[in-house]
């Protein structure tokens, strides 16, 4: 599988690649060992949370512990999050402020595609686009068409 992954990495822009880690009863090192060798390779985890992650406040701290460590990571490593969306079954690196920060400060780091630079061109294009093919005056268009 991570040979599939490192494939992709160098066929996708970057932060399009991305994967699942369950977890589970597993120790923590073992799953920061997981996140850190995704993230050097410009793969972004995704935890998936089960419905036994979180019994007691004990489990919390652990998920809350990973979360950190996931947020670092993508940091340290520089993935690019502008592909991610916020995804009910897993936490991504854009939902780790909702685990780490002060809740009533998080806010969502996305920001809407047409607010972005690549938004703003696309929407001058086809705003020019639409008054090229904008139709002047009937008139015009029976005496180009030589009627």
């Not at 685990?99 to 972005?116: G, H, I, N, Q």
Request: charged content about 30%; aromatic content about 10%.
């Amino acid at each position: 599988v991570h040979e599939a992954l490192e494939y992709a990495v160098g066929i996708f822009s970057p932060g399009t690649v991305w994967t699942e880690l369950v977890l589970g009863s597993e120790p923590l090192d073992l799953v920061k060992e997981k996140i850190d060798r995704l993230t050097g390779k410009g793969i972004v985890p995704h935890l998936k949370l089960l419905a036994t992650s979180m019994y007691t406040g004990k489990d919390y701290w652990r998920v809350k512990e990973v979360v950190r460590h996931l947020q670092q990571a993508a940091k340290r490593d520089r993935l690019t999050l502008k592909w991610l969306y916020p995804n009910c079954r897993c936490v991504s690196p854009l939902d780790t402020q909702y685990f780490t920060d002060d809740p009533t400060s998080a806010k969502l780091a996305a920001k809407p595609v047409y607010r972005s630079r690549l938004g703003k061109k696309a929407f001058e294009g086809f705003a020019a686009l639409r008054r090229k093919l904008r139709i002047r005056d009937l008139s015009d268009s029976y005496e180009s068409a030589g009627l």
